[in-house]
């Protein structure tokens, strides 16, 4: 992590500043160290800040990484190290720190044994179905001015979008990208080491108020408890003149009725590693929220016609090289001809995707 960006940061729990006692550094990257505010304590661990709040930890891994720094902290972390002990040891479960922690679980495990091969794939995978509209349809529309700026990734797991299509080395800005599993974030760091990442929940994200340019969530949105909460952090931690932009699932009326059969179908033509906790969200709701912090829509993009999906499938089959790519781009084209004709008459259709992105100020 890098130390510019320990200004942007607060303690999750209380609100507070955050200090910083780095263990272990090169240059101006912090490997190790402990995060302190009052009486919470954070450890840093590989370069990635695990800024969680008591009720989202997992307990006893964050003591086990404590434990492990108290004899080399300064006194001052050490008397915030024994305090986060003692109350993480006596605190007790609540139903959102556990739908939290299932999601850390599901998308630790998702990393795998070979870490070296998820960097390479990371790096170097392309996945057409999603950076394509992406890049379309939001990221161009943020390169222009993102050079200089803070551009802030909610739930970014590994970044893998943001390393391909709008990598901070290539384009100068700062990166932080935060995410609930810490496997991921660490992945994110180790394919990106240019970015800064975070464990953090985007629901109290540990970034101070007013401080980013461009918020991002790319299918993260929908995996939260309170979506809409989150998109209120969004605008909490925006500059007067911020962009936040989104990638979501959308609901629409179902063409299969609720059930078992329709999951399983569901499931099936899922192009994408998704936990349990896999909701949708309602566009108009997300517009609303937005526009009550002063954010006002600048791009729009509904897609995912029900050919799409269905085609995505066999497609998806073909080795992701460049004529994979252009079968994409012109489903693409069969898609909106889709939602601009047979979607009208039935949302049973679809659009089951969009892409937004909403500009405060000038
Ligand atoms: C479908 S993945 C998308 C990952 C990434 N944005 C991408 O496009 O590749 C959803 C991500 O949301 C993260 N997530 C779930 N709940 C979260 C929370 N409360 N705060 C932050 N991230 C969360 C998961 O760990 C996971 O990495």
Same mark, same amino acid.
């Given at each position: 992590?890098?130390e510019?960006?320990?200004?942007?940061?607060?303690?999750?729990?209380?609100?507070?500043?955050?200090?910083?006692?780095?263990?272990?550094?090169?240059?101006?990257?912090?490997?190790?160290?402990?995060?302190?505010?009052?009486?919470?304590?954070?450890?840093?661990?590989?370069?990635?800040?695990?800024?969680?709040?008591?009720?989202?930890?997992?307990?006893?891994?964050?003591?086990?990484?404590?434990?492990?720094?108290?004899?080399?902290?300064?006194?001052?972390?050490?008397?915030?190290?024994?305090?986060?002990?003692?109350?993480?040891?006596?605190?007790?479960?609540?139903e959102l720190?556990?739908?939290?922690?299932?999601?850390?679980?599901?998308?630790?495990k998702?990393v795998?044994?070979?870490?070296?091969?998820?960097?390479?794939?990371?790096?170097?995978?392309?996945?057409?179905?999603?950076?394509l509209?992406?890049?379309?349809?939001?990221?161009?529309?943020?390169?222009?001015?993102?050079?200089?700026?803070?551009?802030?990734?909610?739930?970014?797991?590994?970044?893998?979008?943001?390393?391909?299509?709008?990598?901070?080395?290539?384009?100068?800005?700062?990166?932080?990208?935060?995410?609930?599993?810490?496997?991921?974030?660490?992945?994110?760091?180790?394919?990106?080491?240019?970015?800064?990442?975070?464990?953090?929940?985007?629901?109290?994200?540990?970034?101070?108020?007013?401080?980013?340019?461009?918020?991002?969530?790319?299918?993260?949105?929908h995996?939260?408890?309170?979506?809409?909460?989150?998109?209120r952090?969004?605008?909490?931690?925006?500059?007067?003149?911020?962009?936040?932009?989104?990638h979501?699932?959308i609901?629409?009326?179902k063409?299969?009725?609720?059930?078992? !059969?329709?999951?399983?179908?569901?499931?099936?033509?899922?192009?994408?590693?998704?936990?349990?906790?896999?909701?949708?969200?309602?566009?108009?709701?997300?517009?609303?929220?937005?526009?009550? !912090?002063?954010?006002?829509?600048?791009?729009?993009?509904?897609y995912?016609?029900?050919? !799409?999906?269905?085609?995505?499938?066999?497609?998806?089959?073909?080795?992701?090289?460049?004529?994979?790519?252009?079968?994409?781009?012109?489903? !693409?084209?069969?898609?909106?001809?889709?939602?601009?004709?047979?979607?009208?008459?039935?949302?049973?259709?679809?659009?089951?995707?969009?892409?937004?992105?909403?500009?405060?100020?000038?």
């Amino acid at each position: 992590m890098l130390e510019c960006i320990l200004p942007l940061l607060q303690c999750p729990n209380s609100g507070n500043e955050l200090e910083c006692h780095p263990l272990e550094r090169t240059e101006k990257d912090i490997k190790s160290g402990v995060m302190v505010g009052g009486d919470y304590a954070y450890p840093i661990v590989e370069h990635v800040a695990v800024l969680l709040s008591d009720e989202d930890a997992d307990a006893a891994n964050h003591i086990h990484l404590l434990q492990k720094m108290r004899s080399s902290a300064p006194k001052a972390a050490r008397l915030a190290i024994d305090a986060t002990i003692e109350r993480l040891t006596a605190q007790s479960d609540t139903e959102l720190g556990r739908w939290n922690r299932d999601e850390m679980a599901y998308y630790d495990k998702g990393v795998g044994p070979d870490v070296d091969a998820a960097v390479q794939d990371v790096r170097n995978r392309d996945i057409w179905q999603i950076f394509l509209p992406r890049q379309q349809h939001m990221l161009r529309h943020l390169a222009p001015s993102i050079q200089d700026s803070i551009l802030l990734e909610i739930g970014c797991g590994s970044a893998r979008t943001i390393n391909r299509c709008l990598n901070p080395s290539l384009h100068s800005y700062g990166y932080i990208g935060i995410d609930i599993s810490y496997g991921k974030a660490a992945l994110g760091r180790r394919a990106m080491p240019s970015g800064n990442f975070i464990q953090a929940s985007a629901l109290k994200i540990p970034i101070r108020s007013g401080v980013i340019d461009a918020t991002l969530a790319f299918g993260a949105l929908h995996h939260l408890p309170d979506p809409d909460a989150a998109l209120r952090e969004c605008a909490r931690v925006s500059r007067q003149t911020a962009w936040i932009g989104a990638h979501e699932p959308i609901n629409s009326p179902k063409l299969i009725p609720d059930g078992e !059969f329709r999951n399983r179908v569901e499931k099936a033509l899922e192009e994408y590693e998704h936990s349990e906790h896999d909701n949708e969200i309602s566009l108009e709701a997300s517009l609303e929220t937005l526009a009550s !912090f002063g954010f006002q829509p600048a791009h729009i993009h509904e897609y995912l016609s029900i050919v !799409f999906t269905l085609c995505a499938k066999v497609v998806s089959k073909f080795p992701p090289n460049r004529f994979q790519k252009h079968l994409f781009q012109l489903l !693409f084209l069969v898609d909106a001809c889709m939602i601009q004709t047979i979607c009208r008459l039935s949302r049973r259709f679809g659009p089951r995707g969009a892409i937004f992105l909403a500009k405060r100020g000038r």
